[in-house]
């Protein structure tokens, strides 16, 4: 079974401040996906990353593909409350369409 | 709005009960998921339909069934549920192409066993 750990589990920031949240794994991924979801609703995609060392930017978020395609990590500069959520990285492998998930980031941005 | 509608929203039954969980996508897509989703665990894919083959976590216990009568409606049938299958269940959908693909969720179906 291949994992993918997150970290932290839980963060509680003030507005403004800057973030980085980590997936890591042992195994190799042939694409990585982040996800926020809120409060009673889905999951719902905010990138997916495919090449090892790629850098993807959402307006004041930073996603980047670690070289060997094992890691990626989440970066939010000058949070916002409307950033509360939890964040959930995944996994593809080339054995087909199953996504290993990630435990999830629970962040928190006060105003 | 996601393209992947999930009813009920909200579920309660009682242990004898049989119910059914409903899920349609409007993506065109080749895939449909159901994932199970409890406080403190990892999200647990439980069923795939992907190119009319159907895969299964063993793990899943036999009181869950699911159904996919085509490519855009999936069911996940309950029957004698235990107090512990309470959680959010999550349909999803993908279009297959290659290796990896992206999944799009629907808002989830909160199930709550009494």
């Known amino acids: 079974t291949q994992l993918l750990e997150q970290s932290p589990q839980f963060l509680s920031i003030q507005e403004g401040e800057n973030l980085t949240v980590y997936c890591n794994s042992s195994s190799v991924f042939s694409s990585l996906q982040w996800y926020r979801q809120e409060p009673g609703e889905g999951p719902v995609l905010l990138v997916t990353?495919?090449?090892?060392?790629e850098v993807k930017k959402l307006k004041r978020l930073t996603f980047q593909f670690g070289d060997a395609r094992k890691d990626s990590s989440l970066h939010i500069t000058a949070a916002q409350t409307g950033d509360t959520g939890l964040y959930l990285c995944?996994?593809?492998?080339?054995?087909?369409?199953?996504?290993?998930f990630g435990g999830g980031t629970r962040l928190m941005v006060k105003p | 709005e996601t393209g992947v509608t999930q009813t009920p929203r909200h579920l309660v039954m009682g242990m004898t009960n049989k119910k059914s969980l409903k899920c349609e996508q409007h993506?065109?897509?080749?895939?449909m998921y159901w994932y199970k989703q409890s406080a403190k665990k990892p999200l647990e894919l439980m069923f795939v339909y992907s190119l009319e083959e159907r895969v299964e976590n063993n793990s899943v216990p036999s009181r869950f069934s699911p159904e996919c009568p085509n490519s855009s409606h999936l069911f996940l049938h309950l029957h004698t549920l235990q107090p512990e299958d309470s959680a959010l269940y999550l349909c999803a959908s993908s279009q297959v192409i290659g290796s990896g693909n992206t999944i799009y969720f629907g808002e989830g179906s909160w199930l709550t066993v009494v």
């Open positions: 990353v495919v090449t090892g060392g």
């Open positions: 995944a996994g593809a492998h080339n054995a087909g369409n199953m996504l290993t």
């Open positions: 993506l065109g897509h080749n895939a």
